[in-house]
């Protein structure tokens, strides 16, 4: 079974008795064991260790699945406050199927999708659709994925690529772990309807080895689909064929960046190469090439069978579909958390996370991975979705949320983050390489209470120049959590300042 | 490692996609480090310059060009292992296996080996395993939810003994 999120209430098991709803136990442990096995061989489910109860479920792909009713006296799903806020596009299956067989996948409308696209639409439609979904890149930078998928398209090469950026990188985050280890098969039928519309017959996987497991249910599933023939010559009798292969990351932060990630596939040092080219004209292999992130791939086989329109009736403006969150740190109910786009960090924070541990106040959240920012708990009414997120200084980044209560120190988190992207620089260009150094440099001297005022303002410096002179998406964005927090917690560096005066 | 299982290895990649990458990656597992001989042979079998093997090997995290110990264990320092306290637990391990560092780095890496090669302490940018921080691994086994005061009840499981001689 993969994973329904809500990972502080884990390990969790589901049971299903027949015309009964699924029902799902919580923080269960190996003694309760034998009383789960008497309670289910005598048609009931253990009242003390019962979570939630679903009656029926739609997995937006497929029709819905009604697993029946009865015990009345287990809250629905929808009564769980940590549940409640959630609306499932991307987990639509995570927790509910065995992700090692995909004919339970199929079994919940996998791969009709794709039958779909086949069969039934152009290259062209499928690209219209996605254009009208709004849908936008989930690795962070939100570009348009219609759009981003004509340019390769339209490239006039025989061989094309298409890749998956599985490189989850940011600390912090493991949406895309949850989503590769509950439901390989999503995976693979969005990237399979990309391949159709652009025209690559060719696609990789390019997964961090830290996820071993993510890496061996993708496998399996891939086994799976070319042994049902969903993966190689003329799928489903159409004019298209399709191979995938794998490719593992070796823990470099700097390959989520996409020529970066091509460099490492290409069996190189990642570092980023300029752009233009785009990879859409010179990609992998010279070749035209187009890369998404897990996650944007998962939402393509929900827009081809609900249509474009549906999908752009969920979230907020210009803002469409759903995003996995990872609620992390100091927060009482962690896990992964789908929520509209647009959905306020309160929701998130309060009524999803309950707030602070054991009550404790919130002071920030910090969002989008080491390139993000820190924002203060009087901003909590923001949106999160692409636009705001970059108003307040941060960025969504690929949906990390790390929760920080009032013991944190703003300045050694933003030490933290400089000591992460000091080190996992490329070193190609001088910006980001000597810049965040000195940057570094200057945090160490701020906390040890030796720097000065002078030292605040070549900090502020330093941040501008690298993001404007920088290479990459890395250092373009390294000092935003110097930024924002010198913004929004300028006290607490200035009374580090003070030390330095006496 | 044995020619003949290198040979395999690099015969499993029949497309240059991934391939040098993967070949390294899976002599890192087997062999828990990158030997010099072993990369000299993939050089030539593979007809890429010893220079770019190296630079590959000592850009990414994942390689390591030194033997570790028959324990690894690795804390992970991800943004909610640091704020859940991950460093006091790296002290703790530190201290506890008496390894020190010979010089301060500045990013927080680190990697090192007790002096009976039982055990090596070393850091990870982040295992995905965030709702559980602070989080440990000791080989492939990851332990959840730790405090320094656990530390010494999970070495145990791994043949660590507590030097009674010092108190003495």
Redesign the interface.
């Known amino acids: 079974m993969g994973c329904i999120g809500y990972c502080r209430e884990e390990p969790l098991v589901n049971i299903h008795l027949p015309g009964k709803p699924l029902i799902i136990l919580h923080r269960v442990t190996e003694k309760d064991a034998e009383e789960i096995v008497r309670a289910v061989a005598a048609g009931e489910v253990p009242r003390k260790l019962s979570l939630c109860r679903i009656n029926d479920w739609d997995p937006l792909v497929g029709e819905k699945l009604l697993f029946g009713e009865g015990f009345q006296d287990v809250p629905a799903y929808a009564e769980i406050p940590y549940f409640a806020p959630q609306r499932k596009v991307v987990l639509r299956d995570a927790g509910l199927i065995n992700p090692e067989d995909i004919d339970e996948y199929i079994a919940v409308g996998g791969y009709s999708a794709l039958y779909k696209a086949l069969t039934r639409m152009s290259p062209d439609d499928v690209i219209e659709e996605v254009k009208a979904s709004g849908l936008r890149g989930r690795g962070g930078a939100g570009f348009p994925t219609g759009l981003k998928w004509g340019f390769t398209k339209k490239e006039k090469s025989s061989t094309k690529y298409i890749i998956c950026n599985a490189d989850e990188g940011d600390p912090g985050a493991y949406m895309n772990r949850n989503e590769m280890e509950s439901d390989p098969h999503m995976i693979l039928e969005g990237m399979l309807i990309g391949a159709y519309a652009i025209g690559a017959r060719e696609g990789v996987l390019y997964i961090r080895a830290e996820y071993p497991l993510a890496i061996q249910r993708l496998e399996k599933a891939i086994g799976q689909a070319r042994d049902y023939g969903l993966l190689g010559e003329n799928i489903f009798g159409a004019d298209f064929s399709f191979t995938l292969t794998i490719a593992e990351g070796a823990g470099a932060f700097v390959c989520g960046e996409e020529t970066a990630l091509i460099a490492s596939i290409e069996g190189e040092t990642g570092r980023p190469r300029p752009r233009p080219p785009f990879p859409a004209q010179k990609g992998l292999w010279g070749m035209p090439t187009n890369i998404n992130n897990v996650e944007t791939w998962t939402n393509i086989p929900v827009i081809i069978n609900r249509g474009g329109a549906w999908f752009s009736k969920i979230g907020g403006e210009r803002n469409s579909g759903t995003k996995v969150f990872s609620l992390v740190g100091e927060v009482d109910r962690v896990g992964l958390a789908e929520v509209p786009l647009s959905t306020p960090i309160r929701t998130m924070v309060y009524d999803i996370g309950n707030g602070g541990i054991e009550g404790k106040a919130i002071k920030a959240v910090q969002t989008g991975g080491p390139s993000g920012g820190c924002i203060p708990a009087s901003l909590f009414d923001t949106p999160m979705d692409y636009e705001h997120l970059t108003a307040v200084g941060s960025i969504m980044g690929s949906g990390g949320v790390v929760v920080m209560d009032a013991g944190t120190s703003m300045v050694d988190t933003a030490r933290f983050f400089i000591g992460f992207t000091n080190e996992e620089s490329c070193g190609k260009c001088v910006p980001c390489r000597e810049g965040l150094k000195h940057m570094l440099m200057i945090l160490d001297k701020t906390l040890a209470g030796k720097a000065t005022e002078t030292d605040m303002q070549t900090l502020e410096e330093l941040s501008g120049v690298i993001k404007n002179a920088s290479l990459c998406g890395l250092g373009q964005t390294a000092p935003n959590p110097v930024l924002s927090t010198l913004r929004y917690f300028r006290d607490e560096y200035n009374t580090l300042l003070k030390k330095a005066r006496k | 490692m044995e020619t003949a299982r290198l040979n395999e290895i690099v015969e499993s990649y029949p497309?240059?996609?991934?391939?040098?990458?993967?070949i390294?990656?899976q002599v890192q597992r087997e062999d828990g480090y990158l030997q010099k001989d072993v990369l000299k042979t993939l050089a030539e079998k593979l007809e890429?310059p010893l220079s770019?093997l190296y630079?590959?090997a000592t850009?990414?995290?994942?390689?390591t060009l030194e033997k570790l110990g028959r324990h690894v264990v690795t804390v992970c320092?991800?943004?909610?292992?640091?704020?859940?306290g991950a460093p006091a637990l790296a002290d703790t391990l530190k201290a506890l296996l008496k390894v020190e560092e010979d010089e301060t780095t500045?990013?927080?890496?680190f990697q090192l080996t007790t002096a009976d090669n039982d055990f090596t302490v070393t850091s990870?940018?982040?295992?995905?395993?965030?709702?559980?921080?602070p989080v440990l691994r000791v080989d492939?086994k990851i332990f959840g939810y730790m405090t320094p005061e656990r530390i010494p009840a999970v070495l145990k499981q791994f043949g660590w003994e507590e030097d009674t001689h010092q108190n003495a």
């Open positions: 497309t240059p996609t991934g391939k040098i990458l993967g390294l990656e890429v770019e630079s590959i850009f990414y995290s994942f390689f320092m991800g943004t909610a292992c640091h704020v859940r500045q990013d927080g890496k990870a940018r982040c295992f995905g395993a965030c709702s559980m921080a492939n």
